[in-house]
């Protein structure tokens, strides 16, 4: 017999334009709370273009100006495994199949019964690579600071040969998309991708939105926390998933133009109650970083499990882990660990060039405190790296050539156009969640950013003396420790003295976020 989910609590509603940032750090991102956000959307050029008078989706517009983009759509009709079945067809004939099957004078439940053919849902769109010039929309402040797809802009997220194949690929680009609906379009129950942050604007249309709590988490699972519930409304099985029936589900209906933050591990299922475009982006940053690094942790073992017989006649075993934990989770050990010594790098490089600035610009070193909570949080996930088998000797030596390129050699990491691109984003990003975003121009042409922007490939740039003179090559998670801790501990800047102190006092705590 079938349990019906309970509802209970309220998803808060909020003015974007009365919040302050450290206000949406302190209050959702630290503490991992939904919200609603209003008042984000004007002037986005999507709402004009994307939007009929009548507030529906102007798909006349997407037939004509992107009908030959090739698109990922999902069956919402039709379950394949834990997702529902995926198509890929062009735009055009995804506008004329919504147009042959509009549920625009259906009830507010209408479901896949009441049709005859497929109801399709157009997911996970790369608009923003596939389309840069055209400007849909400008990403809120309190998004920005979005390691992610900042890294993904100028860093492929796999370097193995024998996972990574198309340098050219959309789809492993970003995670900046856009999703398009008809009404009664859905996504089954599921957590976001990496365990990473998710905001998603409405453009048109009206979502309803159900939560879970991660603390609530284990009760959607079976009894051997193998099998997730497919849909939170289908009458779950109590007998499959006993602990269902405990659930207590947050609901929240989105209304158009209003933007609402998912936290990490927060289960969710998405409804479109009307036709509904939205533009969605997957991120995450210092404050959930370490649900990242659990996560790789927690799929790395039941990919090591699920192999773990044909270990003794495996030639490679950790490296056909990492391989597989790649292509189940979206990147592995060693792609995580590139990732997070080149940010380490680049928030390195940020200080250091505030110190020795600050002199002549002292009002940007109040940025300082943004890369110093960065290189807190990166030192506290990488000192739980030390520990993990893949990363011993013996293990750590199945590491590709390609990936250990990518992270040892630090001199020359440092003289890498991706790794300026790196840093200059990260100027940006904090230059403008400070200034707002209508002086992102003047931020990214100020002769200041040029200045505290230096070049490291200059022969005559003291930081790569000051990092290599003390550490050439990074081999393992202790040394990035070790760099960690020494550079902020030898630095100039007054800031970073702070921040090793406080670096200091985590050791002896938890500052795993």
């Not at 709590?213 to 009458?235: A, E, G, T």
């Not at 929240?252 to 479109?272: K, T």
């Not at 597989?324 to 997070?340: Q, R, W």
């Amino acid at each position: 017999m079938g349990v019906p989910p309970r509802r209970g609590g309220e998803v808060e509603r909020v003015d974007g334009r009365e919040l302050k940032y450290d206000e949406f750090v302190e209050r959702y991102l630290k503490g991992n709370r939904p919200v609603v956000l209003t008042g984000l959307m004007d002037g986005w050029r999507a709402c004009a273009d994307w939007v009929n008078p009548d507030g529906g989706p102007n798909l006349a517009f997407f037939s004509t100006h992107f009908a030959k983009s090739i698109v990922q759509v999902a069956d919402c009709c039709t379950r394949e495994f834990t997702d529902q079945k995926r198509l890929e067809m062009s735009m055009a004939d995804f506008i004329s199949h919504w147009l042959g099957h509009s549920v625009r004078n259906c009830g507010n439940n209408s479901s896949c019964n009441d049709f005859t053919e497929s109801l399709l849902y157009l997911k996970d769109w790369h608009f923003v690579k596939e389309y840069p010039d055209y400007v849909a929309y400008t990403t809120p402040p309190f998004f920005a600071d979005d390691w992610l797809n900042m890294y993904l802009d100028s860093h492929r997220i796999h370097r193995d040969s024998d996972i990574h194949h198309d340098e050219n690929e959309i789809n492993c680009a970003d995670y900046r998309f856009v999703y398009m609906g008809a009404k009664g379009t859905w996504t089954p129950l599921h957590a976001d991708v990496f365990r990473s942050y998710s905001w998603s604007a409405n453009v048109c249309g009206r979502k309803l939105w159900l939560f879970l709590p991660p603390s609530q988490c284990h009760l959607i699972f079976d009894r051997n926390l193998k099998s997730l519930v497919y849909d939170v409304n289908d009458n779950v099985s109590e007998a499959q998933f006993p602990g269902f029936k405990k659930t207590i589900w947050t609901e929240c209906i989105q209304e158009q133009n209003e933007i609402i933050f998912v936290p990490s591990g927060w289960y969710h299922q998405v409804h479109n109650l009307e036709d509904t475009i939205s533009i969605n982006h997957n991120w995450f940053n210092a404050y959930n970083l370490s649900w990242v690094w659990n996560l790789l942790v927690e799929d790395y073992n039941v990919a090591k499990a699920y192999i773990e017989d044909i270990r003794d006649i495996c030639d490679d075993f950790e490296s056909l882990c990492q391989r597989n934990l790649a292509a189940n989770t979206g990147m592995n050990f060693y792609d995580f660990f590139v990732f997070i010594t080149r940010f380490a790098l680049a928030n390195l490089t940020k200080i250091y060039h505030l110190g020795n600035a600050e002199d002549a610009a002292s009002s940007l070193s109040q940025n300082a405190h943004y890369y110093i909570h960065n290189l807190l949080a990166i030192h506290a996930v990488v000192s739980k790296m030390k520990s993990v088998e893949a990363f011993a000797p013996e293990n750590f030596s199945s590491c590709s050539e390609e990936n250990r390129s990518a992270f040892s050699d630090i001199e020359k990491i440092l003289k890498e156009k991706s790794f300026h691109e790196l840093c200059e984003a990260l100027v940006e990003t904090y230059g403008c969640i400070d200034a707002g975003y209508k002086r992102r121009l003047e931020i990214r042409n100020s002769h200041q950013q040029e200045f505290l922007c230096a070049n490291c490939s200059r022969s005559n740039c003291r930081f790569v003396n000051h990092i290599t003179s003390f550490l050439s090559e990074i081999c393992s998670p202790e040394e990035l420790v070790r760099l960690i801790e020494h550079a902020l501990s030898t630095s100039t800047s007054s800031s970073t003295t702070v921040g090793f102190n406080l670096l200091s006092e985590s050791l002896g705590g938890d500052n795993s976020h």
